[in-house]
């Protein structure tokens, strides 16, 4: 028998244990797995450079000017939420609607939600040119500019989704590391708060466009709504990639089921994405008012300028095409190829849509009437890059060791031994 001073230092061991372990089982893998590290690698390492070099410099770097003072980090930002709101469509079914087969996969949507708030906080501070200074939007310390800024609104949200997620993972993960029931009554008013408050997220992201009257291309109802759309597309179509890859090279069974179910969602995402973008184009273009203006610049350009067109027609084919080809129900089964291929493609044009439609187009004319273009530099593509880079060299570490502990590759060894062995 121990004794209680015995105990109580074997239970302040067991989260170092629990680190330790999880941290050597994420860097742990095959050459498969070390080569797309490496591959991420180059691109931390050359955004170091330029990190400095803005950083150092100013956001003067960068492509941003009078006309167009929204660089790539915002339109990237816009883009995060839209996947880490996503967990919400993987938690709800187990959780709230008690499917057995995605019981276990909660927490992996969870992480991932965790990974991509931290990824959009990253792309801020590099778009506030002085990240040394965000102090002064802390409360209490700073001037918070509560409630009077939708910008503290966003603060919020991001800040306490990421702690509810955060929690909810490494308390999950924890509890299966020691082999431990969990209590529930903590931890299941948590998931349930984070479901509610993670449409937030997106919805605040929307609003901090739509408050923006005098760019009338955002000042529109449909704003929140549209985005919820690209987050039931995008989200799952992520989720789809990493539950393949982690079923195909890891012991984690996920079944058929839970691939078809987000293959669905994505569906109804993307239908209700094409309805959003025909409802705006005909309330901005059928009254031919000035206020069509940039929409007009993005699907026909101005006076020979056009730099917007190519990328606008590229995006609504591709979300088009995308929708009728997952209408077919052979491709949502073709796991191998073609559903993650449509699946990298949604997740992408997503993403291309952010910059080259919603944001850059919208701040021509100018309110002197000039037509301004974008152009994005090496050094701020670079940068993006690194964010992207090391946000998926965490996300690749957490799911990795969050898999071992879901299949018992990484538990606590004086549990093991207390039980003969036997999970």
Known sequence: MMTMKQQIASASQKPIAFTRDFCMYAVKGGKLYYGWLLFLSFFAIVGLVTTYMQMTTGLIVTGASDQIVWELFVSNFIHCPSIASAAVLVVTPAYIYKRKDMKQ?????????????????????????????????????????????????????????????AVAVFYYLYKHYVDQPMNTKFYTPLIYFAVAWGPFIHIITAFILSSNAQLAVWHTALMPFSFLAMAASAGPALVIIIFLVIRKFTKLEIADSVIDFFSQVIIWGLGTLILMFAVEFFTELYPATHHAAPLEYAIEGHHGMAPYVPWFWAVMTVFVLQFLLLLSSKVRKNYNFLLPLICLSVFLSVLIEKPSILIFPAFSPTPLGEYAVYHPTWIEIFNVLFVWATGFIMLTMVLKGTVGVLTGEVRDTKTVEASGGAK
């Open 105 to 165: 996969l909660a927490v992996i949507g969870e992480a991932i939600a965790m990974v991509f708030v931290i990824i959009g906080i990253n792309f801020i501070l590099y778009h506030m040119g002085r990240p040394d200074r965000s102090w002064h939007a802390v409360p209490g310390i700073g001037i918070f500019n509560f409630p009077s800024s939708v910008l503290t609104y966003d603060i919020i949200v991001l800040n306490v989704y990421l702690v509810l997620n």
